[in-house]
T-cell receptor
Framework: DAGVIQSPRHEVTEMGQEVTLRCKPI?????LFWYRQTMMRGLELLIY????????DSGMPEDRFSAKMPNASFSTLKIQPSEPRDSAVYFC??????????FGPGTRLTVL | AQSVTQLDSHVSVSEGTPVLLRCNYS??????LFWYVQHPNKGLQLLLK??????LVKGINGFEAEFKKSETSFHLTKPSAHMSDAAEYFC?????????????FGTGTQLKVEL
């Protein structure tokens, strides 16, 4: 298996622009998680899905952030409009029925 | 509520000497505990996990951890450090059996291995 795939690996954008991060979980996994990692706050869970349904989005910082999972093999995290404080590494992870989570390589986002 | 405290933000050892990375947890229920490693500019990789079976857990690359309920600790050890072990290590807790749901991460311990 190729593992969790994230794209792009790096994204540089200007404040106010829309940013879309993409994730392909491991085939057959039924949980998908989005995390954000910063120096100041460490690793934070933003939202997670079970069988494509959002279960807990309490970690989403504000309405500028939204996440979707239209099918079992694809999820997006969108920021609109982006701000410099959104600069971070965003990780996607997936798991199967309550087992350990497997992480993707991350997307490093820089908002100028 | 669940939380983890990693007692050292940085640990430095010489190659070939033992490694000890300390972690204390707090959990309302019987927790699942994990150690993940993150090499520079990489994603997180699972080292080992405890899910209420044997209290001494063996992981990859020679690492192991012991769950001590009386001390609420889950320290990570390795008998002999290798240069390739230099990375950031995260202690993680979940109140959900197996950890499939919400994980709470510690702040991380940066391990440096010197010649």
């Amino acid at each position: 298996d190729a593992g969790v795939i994230q794209s792009p690996r790096h994204e540089v954008t200007e404040m106010g622009q829309e940013v879309t991060l993409r994730c392909k979980p491991i085939s057959g996994h039924d949980y998908l998680f989005w995390y954000r990692q910063t120096m100041m706050r460490g690793l934070e869970l933003l939202i997670y899905f079970n069988n494509n349904v959002p279960i807990d989005d309490s970690g989403m910082p504000e309405d500028r952030f939204s996440a979707k999972m239209p099918n079992a093999s694809f999820s997006t995290l969108k920021i609109q409009p982006s701000e410099p404080r959104d600069s971070a590494v965003y990780f996607c992870a997936s798991s199967l029925g309550g087992s350990e989570q497997f992480f993707g390589p991350g997307t490093r986002l820089t908002v100028l | 509520a669940q939380s983890v405290t990693q007692l050292d933000s940085h640990v430095s050892v010489s190659e070939g000497t033992p490694v000890l990375l300390r972690c204390n947890y707090s959990s309302s229920y019987s927790p699942s505990l994990f150690w993940y490693v993150q090499h520079p500019n990489k994603g997180l990789q699972l080292l080992l996990k405890y899910t209420s079976a044997a209290t001494l857990v063996k992981g990859i690359n020679g690492f192991e951890a012991e769950f001590k309920k009386s001390e609420t600790s889950f320290h990570l050890t390795k008998p002999s450090a290798h240069m390739s072990d230099a990375a950031e290590y995260f202690c993680v807790v979940s109140d959900t059996p197996g950890g499939g749901n919400k994980l709470t991460f510690g702040t991380g311990t940066q391990l440096k291995v010197e010649l």
